[in-house]
């Protein structure tokens, strides 16, 4: 008995870690890193530019299983948690992030450069 119960203990030890990882979810690191893919998107000179970066935004905000989400894109939030909405917790932060969404969405859609811009903007803003 004594053993099983050291055995049942070490298992628990070297368990915890692993299972307290989604605890580790920092939702305001991927807002963080979100607005700062908006904000670089919203200075780039070629729509390609934009688009990229607004990728990169969305996937930081929606997380892997997140609508949107494009795993053909880089997620610069990949070690950061699963998406800023699915981690936050604050109702009125998920409404603002998924506002800042609509416009991430707007903005990959867009083919006018200065439209595109515009929506990578207001998504930075919604992000501060």
Do not use: R, W, Y
Not at 12 to 18: D, F, G, N, Q
Not at 42 to 56: C, F, P, R, S, T
Not at 83 to 97: E, N, Q, R, S, W
């Amino acid at each position: 008995m004594k053993k099983l119960t050291l055995v049942a203990g070490a298992v628990a030890l070297v368990l915890s870690p692993v299972l307290a990882l989604p605890a580790l979810a920092d939702a305001a690191q991927e807002v963080s890193t979100a607005a700062t893919h908006a904000g670089l998107a919203a200075k780039q000179g070629a729509i390609d530019g934009v688009h990229m970066h607004l990728h990169h935004a969305l996937n930081c905000l929606v997380g892997p299983g997140g609508e949107g989400f494009d795993a053909g894109q880089a997620n610069p939030c990949a070690k950061q948690g699963n998406g800023a909405i699915p981690d936050t917790t604050d109702a009125a932060m998920k409404a603002k992030l998924e506002g800042a969404v609509a416009s991430a969405k707007s903005g990959i859609a867009a083919t006018d450069l200065a439209m595109a811009k515009a929506d990578a903007e207001k998504t930075a803003a919604a992000l501060k």
